[in-house]
Structures are given as structure tokens and as C-alpha cells.
């Protein structure tokens, strides 16, 4: 895989393994008084996350929450947009956009975004054209149905490796046909995006299987129902639990892992690491 990946104006150096912040901007966390305020907080954040070793913010204007309705290309724009222009402005933070919309790629890679993240990997209509457009890497992510319905009795005709290995192939080759560089390209196998807790836990531990790609793993574990079921935790106490899956994913080849908590998983991760790297160098 890339040592380092080119986004935008920032160089992400992929030589060893890094931290996504989330940053949510679905309405929910507009609730309080009002967008400025919301803006003000998201830019505390933001801040927050980047000092604690971020080393990209991931804004998600679509609630890919199961049940969640649809929303209009022009809302989740209204959402995401004036988040990305003073991230980029305010902190010259590298951002990864979470969208699957055609437009919102190409307004916010103009407004300085670093990476498109599409939990859809460029399946809808207009979409591979746009990321095409925008020169960004662009992670691809497996989902089976969608939010709304995902969940709902999520199975499988092969092994759940397979099926994800198979389909992000797939998408990779779609994207390599229409002129998409392999260097742009990220891969991810989307814990939680229409999978049992049964096949979250297997493909985490067959995940090294992915290398074969020789593309960046990139993975979202971080406070997923997985973890909730396996220890009976709520959504506030989950840390402890994305900690051990993060060492474990690090183990397995994820070098950007999305996570909500940024500065504990910076210690987890590069904990790990430590050891990793050490065998390697002493052979
Ligand atoms: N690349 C990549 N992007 C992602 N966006 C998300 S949203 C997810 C969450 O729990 O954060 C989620 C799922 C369902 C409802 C709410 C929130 N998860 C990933 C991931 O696993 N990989």
C-alpha cells in the first residue's frame, strides 16, 4: 500500500497508522441554539480532536442512522458546507468528507476538502464522475441494502470475507475502468453496514486478508452496536471495547481508523504500533 496519499494540498503520510475524527453535523447536534452556535461548537471540536493527534476530520452531513429519512442534496450541502470552509480556513485541517452525493463532493472539494468517504463507494448515479472530478482519494466503503433497512436481516451467500473482498473488487475495478487512480483509492468493509455482530467479528479477524489489496484500510469501529452487544454496553460506554477492536484492526492492517475518541485511540494505536513495528526492523 501508499505511504503517503495525496489530498488535496495535505500529504497524509500512510507509514504508519493514523486517526480520523468524526465530526457529526445531521441536525440532531443542531438542536441547541441554533447553526452558529452549532458551527462555533463543531470548529471547538474539530479543534479538539486535531490537538489530541487527528490526523484527518471526517464530516458527515447524512444521517446513515437505520430509519433515518433520506434528505435532499441541497440540505446535507446546507449542512456540510460552511463546516468544511472554516475547518480548511480556520484550522487548514485535512477533511474527509462522509457523502455519497455527486454535488456535495465537487462544492466541497472546491472549498478545500482533502478526501471524499463514501459509505456508498461511489454507486449512485454521477458519483465516480464527480470524485473523478475533484482529483481527491476517495474511500470505498461495503454496505449491503441501505441505512434505512440494513439492519434488518443482513445475510450472506458466501463468507462474509468474501462477500466484502468481492464486492470492494468490484468497485475498485469500476473506478480504475473510468480513470480513477489506484493511488486514490482507500478500501474499508463497513462494520455495521448491513452485518450481523456474527459477521463484524469474523471479518475484524480475517480483515488481513485485505492487504491483498495493497490499498489503505480504513475502518470505522468506533462505539458500533458490535460493541454493545458483545459487553452489554451503551452507546457512552463503549470505549474500552473500540479500544481493543482499534489495536485489534491496527494489527490486522487498518492504517486510518474513525473514531470518535480521538486522543485514547491515539495511545491504543500507537501503543500498538510500537510493537508491530519493532519485530519488523529486528528480524
Ligand atoms: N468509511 C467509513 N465511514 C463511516 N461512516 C460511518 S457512520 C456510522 C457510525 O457509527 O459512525 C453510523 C452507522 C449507522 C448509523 C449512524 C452512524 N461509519 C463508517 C465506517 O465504518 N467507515
Request: with cysteine; aromatic share 4%; glycine share 10%.
Amino acid at each position: 500500500a501508499p505511504t503517503w496519499l495525496p489530498c488535496g494540498r495535505h500529504r497524509l503520510d500512510l507509514s504508519y497508522p493514523r486517526v480520523m475524527g468524526i465530526l457529526n453535523v445531521t441536525p440532531d447536534s443542531f438542536s441547541d441554539g441554533g447553526r452558529h452556535v452549532a458551527l462555533d461548537d463543531a470548529l471547538r471540536h474539530a479543534e479538539r480532536m486535531l490537538a489530541e493527534g487527528a490526523a484527518i476530520i471526517d464530516v458527515g452531513g447524512e444521517s446513515t442512522r437505520p430509519g433515518a429519512q433520506a434528505i435532499t442534496a441541497q440540505q446535507e450541502l446546507d449542512r456540510v458546507a460552511p463546516v468544511v470552509e472554516r475547518l480548511v480556513c480556520e484550522l487548514d485541517a485535512l477533511v474527509s468528507v462522509d457523502t455519497s452525493t455527486p454535488a456535495v463532493m465537487r462544492q466541497t472539494a472546491a472549498l478545500g476538502a482533502g478526501m471524499i468517504n463514501d459509505v456508498r463507494a461511489l454507486q449512485r448515479e454521477g458519483a465516480l464522475e464527480a470524485a473523478l472530478g475533484t482529483g481527491l482519494p476517495v474511500c470505498l466503503m461495503h454496505m449491503q441494502g441501505e441505512p434505512q433497512d440494513m439492519q434488518q436481516a443482513p445475510r450472506y451467500d458466501a463468507p462474509i470475507e468474501e462477500a466484502v473482498m468481492d464486492f470492494l473488487e468490484t468497485r475498485v475495478a469500476a473506478c480504475e475502468a473510468a480513470g480513477l487512480r489506484r493511488e486514490r483509492l482507500l478500501i474499508d468493509p463497513g462494520f455495521g453496514f448491513g452485518k450481523t455482530v456474527e459477521h463484524n467479528l469474523r471479518l475484524l479477524n480475517r480483515m488481513d486478508r485485505m492487504t491483498r489489496f495493497d490499498l489503505p484500510l480504513l475502518v470505522g469501529l468506533s462505539r458500533k452496536s458490535l460493541i454493545g452487544k458483545v459487553l452489554g454496553r451503551p452507546v457512552e460506554e463503549r470505549l474500552p471495547g473500540g479500544l481493543a477492536l482499534a489495536s485489534l484492526a491496527v494489527e490486522r492492517g487498518a492504517r486510518i481508523l474513525r473514531v470518535h475518541d480521538v486522543g485514547p485511540t491515539m495511545d491504543a494505536v500507537n501503543m500498538t504500533w510500537a510493537v508491530l513495528r519493532e519485530g519488523c526492523e529486528n528480524d
